[in-house]
């Protein structure tokens, strides 16, 4: 039974960075595809970028540029390293895994059989 748990959330002021990682057991983060969603208060879940079995990574407009996914295989570990953030980024953010060796931005939370229980990052002043 595979297990993501989320960790590197917390406060930052705009424009700062953070990084948060995700550690899998139970299930390899190798070719297959994994993501990183998030929750912001009083919306919706949605997909913020995800990285294929390929190592190619993909984001969502809003984030292009300002964040990216790693994954270090020898820990089992992916990474969101995000920068230049703002208070629009304040939401729980997620990592999830599919049986899939291709990653989805958008879709359906069933598209990703794993996910973490998130880490709230909050971003202001």
């Known amino acids: 039974q595979g297990h993501l748990v989320e960790s590197g959330g917390g406060f930052v002021q705009p424009g700062g960075s953070l990084r948060l990682s995700c550690v899998a057991s139970?299930?390899?983060?190798?070719?297959?595809?994994i993501g990183w969603f998030r929750q912001a208060p009083g919306k919706e879940r949605a997909g913020v970028g995800c990285?294929?079995?390929?190592?190619?990574?993909y984001f969502d407009d809003p984030f292009e540029g300002r964040f990216t996914i790693s994954l270090d295989k020898a820990s089992n570990t992916m990474y969101l390293q995000m920068n230049r953030l703002t208070p629009r980024d304040t939401a729980v953010y997620y990592c999830a895994a599919r049986n899939r060796y291709y990653c989805a931005v958008h879709g359906p939370s069933s598209d990703y059989a794993y996910w973490g229980n998130g880490t709230q990052v909050t971003v202001s002043s």
């Open positions: 990285m294929s079995g390929d190592g190619l990574s």
């Open positions: 139970g299930v390899s983060l190798e070719d297959r595809g």
